[in-house]
């Protein structure tokens, strides 16, 4: 079953809003990643986390990697209308293998 | 660099039928692998390659066959088609070494299994 777990699964907002998705794994990661897919579109890399603790910013975007190397989050500083589509969390395991979370679609209100 | 192909972009099929899912890469990436998406399951791994002639299961590889005879292609085979089957199909690749994981998905191809 799935072993990478995101909340919320659906978040609407208005543009201006901040936004927050939380990804949850099951088991200690070797890294994360974090992908965005536009509407009808393809699954595009934002970023990759390694370090337990590690915070790296995107201009509006942070992401942080937990102390355990198990959770992440994805927070959006003031959406704007561009922001609109699924991000989804990515998880590297010993296996070499890459499981995806189930997806956080974002919604923004002009 | 044309990244990650896929072919076709739509398909129907009626239950029972076979297809392959062609997947090319132009990038000598080593790893490549085969996700499907369905509404509110994310991404799921069905089968992933780490070379030329070597392959490995995902999570959902139950009626998919693949095989990886160059670096470049990594095909997906239905079998036996069915309705549970109608999904998009995502290719990726990424390249071995270095600092970064990133994964580079191909346009997709929307399948539907009547």
């Known amino acids: 079953g799935q072993q990478v777990m995101q909340i919320p699964q659906y978040q609407h907002v208005q543009e201006g809003e901040d936004f927050t998705t939380y990804c949850n794994s099951s088991?200690?990661?070797?890294?994360i990643q974090w992908y965005k897919q536009r509407p009808g579109g393809h699954p595009v890399f934002l970023i990759q986390?390694?370090?337990?603790?590690e915070v790296k910013k995107q201009k509006r975007l942070t992401f942080q990697f937990g102390e355990a190397k198990k959770n992440s989050s994805l927070h959006i500083t003031a959406t704007q209308t561009t922001d609109v589509g699924t991000y989804f969390c990515?998880?590297?395991?010993?296996?070499?293998?890459?499981?995806f979370g189930t997806g956080t679609l974002l919604a923004v209100q002009p | 660099n044309a990244g990650v192909t896929q072919t076709p972009k739509f398909q129907v099929l009626k239950t029972g039928q076979s297809m392959t899912l062609q997947c090319a890469q132009d990038?000598?990436?080593?790893?490549m692998s085969w996700y499907r998406q369905d509404p509110g399951m994310g991404l799921r791994l069905i089968h992933y390659?780490?070379?030329?002639?070597?392959?490995d299961q995902g999570e959902v590889p139950n009626g998919y066959n693949v095989s990886r005879s160059t670096t470049e292609d990594f095909p997906l085979r239905l079998l036996s088609a069915a309705p549970s089957q109608t999904s998009v199909y995502f290719c990726?690749?990424?390249?071995?070494?270095?600092?970064?994981?990133?994964?580079?998905f191909g346009p997709g191809t929307r399948l539907t299994v009547l």
């Open positions: 990515a998880g590297r395991r010993a296996t070499n293998k890459l499981i």
């Open positions: 990038m000598n990436h080593e790893y």
């Open positions: 986390l390694v370090k337990s603790g």
């Open positions: 990726a690749s990424k390249g071995s070494g270095g600092a970064i994981d990133t994964q580079y």
């Open positions: 390659s780490v070379g030329a002639g070597i392959t």
């Open positions: 088991t200690t990661l070797s890294n």
